[in-house]
């Protein structure tokens, strides 16, 4: 998908289960973002990460956590802290400095909470 | 920081008419303004986008507009189609290392045939 690999398509979360969304780039951008989306609601900015080794809580980090351990790769995991986490979510890359030349986004995840 | 609002939240057009799309920003530091289009259940993709150096900018039936003065950009779709039926998402950036994309609510656009 353009070069941003989101995975799974779908997943099926239980009550206090932590549950982890892949997103991987081989696009080598640098800069790496996860947002949340609910109807109505647009894109809300969960994390982002401009170098390998750092990330930043975005506006809605609380419930979430993320890594950053390799350029292509940033999984985020829905903690069980986490109420209402049923959304679309997805995953973007651009390179620093360079957010003016707009991201690239993954097909994204729709996790449901059962 | 930098806030993005975006008018109307929805917009149906017959198949034919032009539809436009308004966004207001904050920061007067922003100095780049992408669209994003995203269909049902897909990711958003980059359609058009314009630069605080330029006031317009067209692609076939798109056009954004930029007005820096009144910190207002717009996104004008003529000879609307079925296909253009989506949603938009206007966003601003200041640029630099840490200038991340803001983006607007979105508007649902409906062109019925």
């Known amino acids: 998908d353009g070069g941003i690999t989101q995975s799974p398509k779908y997943l099926f979360r239980k009550e206090g289960q932590n549950v982890t969304l892949s997103c991987e780039q081989n696009l080598n951008h640098d800069a790496m973002y996860w947002y949340r989306q609910d109807p109505g609601q647009g894109l809300r900015l969960i994390y982002y990460s401009q170098i390998v080794n750092d990330f930043q809580k975005g506006d809605i980090a609380e419930g979430y956590s993320v890594s950053r351990e390799k350029k292509e790769s940033f999984p985020l995991t829905v903690t069980s802290a986490q109420k209402n986490p049923t959304a679309f979510y997805l995953c973007?890359?651009?390179?620093?400095?360079?957010?003016?030349?707009?991201?690239?986004f993954g097909s994204g995840t729709r996790l449901t909470v059962v | 920081g930098e806030n993005v609002e975006q008018h109307p939240s929805t917009l149906s057009v017959q198949e034919g008419d032009s539809a436009v799309i308004k966004c207001t920003y904050s920061?007067?530091?922003?100095?780049?303004f992408p669209w994003y289009k995203q269909e049902l259940g897909k990711r958003p993709q980059l359609i058009i986008d314009i630069r605080s150096n330029v006031g317009e900018k067209k692609d076939q039936r798109i056009a954004v507009t930029l007005n820096k003065t009144a910190k207002h950009f717009s996104l004008h779709i003529t000879e609307t189609q079925p296909e253009d039926s989506a949603v938009y998402f206007c966003a601003a950036s200041t640029g630099g290392s840490q200038g991340n994309l803001i983006f607007g609510k979105g508007t649902k656009l409906s062109v019925k045939p």
């Open positions: 973007a890359s651009s390179r620093p400095g360079q957010a003016n030349y707009g991201y690239t």
């Open positions: 920061d007067s530091a922003s100095n780049y």
